[in-house]
Nanobody
Framework: QVQLVESGGGLVQAGGSLRLSCAAS????????MGWYRQAPGKQRELVATITSGGSTNYADSVKGRFTVSRDNAKNTVYLQMNSLKPEDTAVYYC???????????WGKGTLVTVSS
């Protein structure tokens, strides 16, 4: 069983910064992609950013240049540094992990990020 524990959400003013963290309780060798998705009220869940075990990253166009995803493989932890936050970034942010063997997807419970104007 894989468990994901997220932290770092909260309320911030527009233009501010937050850092999200997600620690995965799973053997290191089996983790592939890690990352973050978000879901705003009334909208579908969408990709924010992902990072492979080799460090390759992928970002949604809406966050490029403002958000940075990183990971610490020794700690099985993925981070999301969010700068220049906008009210439209308000959403519940979900940690995501894809294991390799077996190939399965896991989701955290979500952490709320609220950006006030």
């Amino acid at each position: 069983q894989v468990q994901l524990v997220e932290s770092g959400g909260g309320l911030v003013q527009a233009g501010g910064s937050l850092r999200l963290s997600c620690a995965a309780s799973v053997s290191t060798f089996s983790i592939g992609v890690m990352g973050w998705y978000r879901q705003a009220p009334g909208k579908q869940r969408e990709l924010v950013a992902t990072i492979t075990s080799g460090g390759s990253t992928n970002y949604a166009d809406s966050v490029k240049g403002r958000f940075t995803v990183s990971r610490d493989n020794a700690k099985n932890t993925v981070y999301l540094q969010m700068n220049s936050l906008k009210p439209e970034d308000t959403a519940v942010y979900y940690c995501y992990v894809r294991t390799v063997l077996p190939r399965m997807d896991y989701w955290g419970k979500g952490t709320l990020v609220t950006v006030s104007s």
